[in-house]
């Protein structure tokens, strides 16, 4: 993510576009803070697991991936324009969200270990 310049149609860094400002209808909106730390930028990947975004940190000053775990089919979003999601914990949705989430922190720390690894993204933070 960088400053877009007057008069700039897209941003010759990543390619975004202000005027086809669409993301998908679960997703975050964009320029969400997260944890006074991250800004959420564009989707640039979603499964069954969650959705992963283009970010900014503002502490390291930096572009990071964020990736929010979102599992399909248990969450959605309240509407288009808000941020809270809705969880499904009918049957064994609860104990789902639980083993599923601790998957996905699980897999972050994995991750983690692996940062001397060039070909590997590093985690940077898990929350």
Known sequence: MEELKPGDQFCPHCGYEPDSDIQPPNALKRDTLLRDRYYIGNVIGQGGFGITYVGWDLTLEMKVAIKEYFPSGSATRTNSLSNQIQWDFTGNGKANWSEGMERFLKEAR???????VPAIVRVRDAF
């Open 110 to 116: 994995k991750m983690a270990k692996l940062d001397s």
